[in-house]
């Protein structure tokens, strides 16, 4: 008895009566349920935790505690509902998308067959054990590890585990797994492993197991709130030191250090991104890509290399009918999928007839059927069988008024040893198979080897169709005697047809600078066949198979690390390593797929690509972003989004850090002149902007749209807070708002009466500040639509974000509200300045946007002197 009820089955076959009800009751008791392991749930109140203590939330913390010790309660209770509200949005948008542990256990089914004291009994699937004897028919999902006995004509669909899109032929002997189905056939098996010692569970674990990245947004971030943060706890440490020096009691000294530390980290930062990251993932989920972790967003821009799987994602996972060839001549079909409705043209006159008849042997040889469920047309059992079908209807073939007519007497199953199958109806014998069984048993065969070796290379599965008279003999004689001496009908060539727009797609990819790789479980002729009808291979990129791939990670890296490979026959721990191998050599990897094989890979990458339709519930748990459609096209949508939000990211990181400038440039005042020049700006001044007036225009950044241009330009990557992001917030916009600021604080004092050399009056403080104040409110409005482009002036299309076009206004009124309502300002510390420092703060918003158009002018030119073009 191995671990979790594996056993080793006896190479004999049990007896009939399979296990006795006492006996099944004895084994569930000791090894369990055959159910898959679910992790333990994360509860709800530790997710919403979690959220609360990101390094920046943690620094909010600290800055709040730091707060209330300073004698600022208001301040760290304003902060502190800022980290809780920011945790509680990011925790619904995150806990929507989702998927529960839970859901593995949907690939077993509810109920099975088996035998029990020499009944065939319907028992509920958690109550298999090992020994049970199970039996198995068409439509069966395959619910624990089994050892096949006995097999007539069985077909397994293997492709949730291996990416196989052909159904295998078990012979007895052969291993099923748990979470395979049966398509076709029947047979009886014993069951070898339930529950946790199943494959599908050591690939779940395998999956679970698989640590994830840190995404490059999540470390851009951390670098830049570290950077901001010690830069504020610098500046607050020289402050406190500066008013010791000048003689101020140290509690007094601590307070006013702490203020300015407080007010220098950009509050506002984090529920800005937040909601910049949720308005992105809503738009997305609008074109079909459901992001499962808010991060993940911006991390599709960085993606530099994308690992996809076939089956499913380049192509339809949906066999088709393409090509017939009769000996009267050849047939091209058009058309894709199970639709029955599609045009059929033939090469000759004469090959139509000698189509239906063909297609009426197709048919009768198969029990895979199209069926109408869900308002669309689907397959039911074998593919193949199913595309055969619709071949029929296409042709309008009554397979079922045949049938009626020509009842059939005697059925070959398909025989893995044989490769063919043949039915014998009163009248006719019917033959289907491989080609390589089926042409030597024909009498005639002219032109078909050559039309085999051209749909061959067209990576098409072909099927023969032959037949003959059938006599009363045929129905005791075996089945070599029976499928002798036959009329070639002719050739079938099948296809699993790519998704629509997927050549486009993956142009789109290499003209936006990202390499692809095919990495399938399929043939590696069929790999080869489809990736190079899409336009995926290029000159000299390998196709490999899974035991090419070297041993060494450093030596599979560089062997991958070109665009257009393709790998086949691969394995759950081929994909784990070649993602791991393509990390290493600094790519950001997106991995494609949609069985349970695709599980581990999906996690380990940086951005795992689940189909929402056809794949498995394994693949969408692991996934951080479902492809609703399914389609391959709208991954490029999601790159594009991605670009676009690193883009946002950079415009309101530009804005907050403007603001910071203008808000730190009193403290500076106030510090070189020995206290002697009053403070412009109070703590609670700029948290008001922080939190107040600037959130709304950052969201409204935040939620810029891609720009056409946004797929043409190489991945995001470097620094979030790069050289020119602080050029234009340290060097030019910042300065600009300070200026405006201090003017507005200054002409408020002169309107008062004040002179330079003579003491600041008192009463004039209030006004004067709330001058200030106003002037970087407004100066952020014209900022925001600056920070719109870093080429164009904040006047050029300022109507294509309309968002903007409402928050500014928005803050700009929340401002005035909060100089012109008493109550407010008094906890502010300000109040309505004089008409000069209204003026002066009016034109703060125009003399933003003019020197920002002038920088930008003046950058565009030195860019043209020096390189042929400047990425927007």
């Not at 099944?24 to 349920?33: E, I, Q, V, Y």
């Not at 291996?162 to 012979?171: F, M, N, Q, Y």
């Not at 500046?235 to 009691?249: D, H, I, K, Q, Y």
């Not at 600094?586 to 189909?611: E, R």
Request: hydrophobic share 50%; with cysteine.
């Amino acid at each position: 008895m191995g671990e979790h009820g594996r056993v080793e089955v006896p190479a004999a076959p049990r007896p009939q009566t399979g296990l006795t009800a006492a006996e099944a009751a004895a084994r569930h008791r000791r090894d369990g349920p055959n159910r898959l392991p679910a992790p333990l749930p994360v509860p709800a109140w530790r997710q919403l935790l979690r959220q609360m203590v990101s390094f920046f939330a943690v620094l909010l913390w600290v800055a709040a505690g730091l707060a209330v010790v300073a004698g600022t309660p208001q301040l760290g209770i304003a902060i502190a509902v800022v980290v809780v509200v920011n945790a509680g949005f990011a925790f619904v948008q995150e806990h929507r998308a989702e998927r529960s542990a839970a859901r593995l256990r949907e690939l077993l089914p509810r109920r099975t067959t088996v035998v029990r004291d020499g009944v065939r009994v319907e028992v509920d699937a958690e109550e298999l054990v090992v020994d049970d004897r199970v039996v198995l028919a068409t439509g069966d999902r395959v619910s624990a590890d089994l050892l096949l006995r006995t097999s007539h004509g069985l077909g397994i669909d293997t492709s949730t585990l291996t990416g196989e899109s052909v159904p295998v032929s078990p012979e007895a002997g052969a291993e099923l797994y748990a979470g395979t189905f049966v398509v076709e056939g029947e047979g009886e098996a014993d069951v070898a492993a339930i529950g946790a010692a199943t494959r599908l569970a050591g690939i779940a674990q395998l999956a679970q197991a698989a640590p994830r990245r840190r995404s490059p947004l999540a470390a851009q971030l951390r670098q830049v709130v570290r950077t901001i943060s010690l830069v504020a706890i610098g500046v607050g440490t020289s402050f406190f030191a500066l008013m010791l020096l000048l003689g101020t009691p140290a509690s007094e000294g601590f307070v006013f250090a702490v203020g300015v530390t407080v007010a220098l980290v950009p509050e506002g930062l984090l529920p800005t991104v937040t909601l910049s990251l949720a308005i992105a993932a809503q738009r997305m989920a609008e074109r079909q890509a459901l992001v499962r972790h808010l991060e993940a967003v911006e991390t599709l821009g960085s993606t530099t290399f994308i690992c996809t799987d076939k089956t499913g994602t380049l192509t339809r996972n949906e066999m088709s009918v393409v090509r017939v060839w009769t000996p009267a001549g050849g047939v091209r079909v058009e058309g894709t999928g199970y639709e029955p409705t599609a045009r059929v043209l033939s090469d000759a006159p004469s090959a139509w007839d000698a189509l239906r008849r063909l297609a009426l042997a197709a048919v009768r040889c198969s029990t895979g059927r199209v069926v109408f469920v869900d308002g669309r047309w689907a397959a039911q059992g074998d593919p193949m069988e199913a595309a055969l079908d619709v071949l029929a209807r296409r042709v309008d073939v009554k397979v079922a008024d045949d049938t009626a007519q020509h009842p059939e007497v005697v059925r070959r199953p398909f025989d893995p040893r044989r490769r063919r199958m043949s039915v014998v109806t009163r009248d006719e014998v019917y033959v289907k198979g491989a080609p390589d069984s089926v042409l030597p048993r024909c009498r005639e065969v002219n032109g078909a080897p050559g039309e085999l070796e051209t749909m061959a290379r067209r990576g098409l599965r072909v099927l023969a169709v032959a037949a003959r008279p059938a006599v009363p003999a045929d129905v005791d004689c075996d089945a070599d005697a029976l499928e002798r001496d036959l009329e070639l009908l002719g050739l079938v060539g099948i296809e699993d047809p790519p998704r629509p727009h997927v050549h486009e797609a993956l142009r789109a990819c290499r003209e936006a600078g990202v390499r692809v790789a095919m990495i399938t479980g399929d043939h590696p002729a069929t790999a080869r066949a489809i990736a190079e009808e899409v336009g995926l291979t290029v000159a000299d990129a390998p196709v490999l198979t899974g035991d090419e791939l070297p041993a060494d990670e450093g030596a599979l890296g560089r062997l991958l690390d070109r665009d257009g490979v393709v790998v086949s026959r691969v394995s759950p721990e081929d994909k784990l390593r070649i993602a791991r191998a393509l990390q290493t050599r600094g790519h950001v990897v997106a991995m494609t797929g949609d069985g349970v094989n695709d599980g581990p890979a999906l996690q380990a990458a940086d951005i795992g690509i689940a189909m929402g339709r056809s794949g498995t519930d394994v693949a969408r748990d692991a996934a951080d972003l479902v492809l609703l459609d399914d389609d391959f096209a709208t991954i490029v949508v999601a790159i594009a989004f991605g670009r676009g939000t690193f883009g946002n990211l950079r415009r309101f990181l530009t804005y907050h850090l403007t603001d910071n400038v203008a808000e730190l440039t009193p403290f500076v005042l106030w510090a070189l002149s020995g206290g002697r020049f009053p403070l412009a700006l109070g703590v609670l001044q700029i948290l008001a902007l922080d939190i107040g007036t600037d959130t709304f225009s950052a969201v409204a950044l935040g939620a810029e749209r891609p720009s056409d241009t946004v797929l043409r330009r190489p991945p995001t990557a470097g620094r979030l807070l790069d050289r020119r992001t602080a050029w234009r917030a340290f060097g030019v916009l910042g300065p600009t708002e300070a200026f405006l600021a201090i003017a507005a604080f200054v002409v408020s004092f002169l309107a008062a009466g004040w002179r330079p050399g003579a003491a600041f009056p008192a009463s004039a403080l209030a006004a004067a500040s709330g001058a200030a104040f106003l002037a970087v409110v407004v100066g952020q409005g014209a900022n925001a639509f600056a920070c719109r482009s870093t080429r164009r002036p904040g006047w050029v299309a300022w109507r294509t974000n309309r968002l903007l076009l409402v928050a500014v206004p928005f803050a700009l009124v929340l401002g005035l509200l909060s100089l012109l309502v008493r109550p407010v300002a008094d906890v502010l510390g300000q109040a309505s300045p004089p008409p000069a420092g209204w003026l002066v703060a009016a034109a703060a918003g125009p003399a933003v946007l003019l020197v920002d158009a002038v920088e930008k002018r003046w950058r565009r030119r030195a860019a043209r002197q020096t390189a042929p073009s400047l990425p927007s």
